[in-house]
Nanobody, 114 residues
Framework: QGQLVESGGGLVQAGGSLRLSCTAS????????MGWYRQAPGKQRELVAR???????NYADSVKGRFTIARNNAKNTVYLQMNSLKPEDSAVYYC????????WGQGTQVTVSS
């Protein structure tokens, strides 16, 4: 069964940047789409960025132009480069397959101070 491990979160000031990583194991990573999700306290988990197996990307309007999703199939890893961070970006960030979700990882906390 697949396993996902997220890393790279932290505390950053508004306007700053972070790069998140998610490494997958137990799956044929290169043939599946991947996405980054986030969940803030009291809110539902939302998909913020998606990348197809071929590299096509899609973004939620709230992060478009600020976040960039990328993948390295040789490393079974998907990344989320987050620039111009805002306090409302604070959340626990998770990666997963948008079509048939795998067991969720522990996520990585992102906190943006104003």
């Amino acid at each position: 069964q697949g396993q996902l491990v997220e890393s790279g979160g932290g505390l950053v000031q508004a306007g700053g940047s972070l790069r998140l990583s998610c490494t997958a194991s137990g799956i044929i990573f290169s043939i599946i789409p991947m996405g980054w999700y986030r969940q803030a306290p009291g809110k539902q988990r939302e998909l913020v960025a998606r990348i197809s197996s071929g590299g096509t990307t899609n973004y939620a309007d709230s992060v478009k132009g600020r976040f960039t999703i990328a993948r390295n199939n040789a490393k079974n890893t998907v990344y989320l480069q987050m620039n111009s961070l805002k306090p409302e970006d604070s959340a626990v960030y998770y990666c997963n397959q948008p079509t048939i979700p795998l067991p969720w990882g522990q996520g990585t906390q992102v906190t943006v101070s104003s």
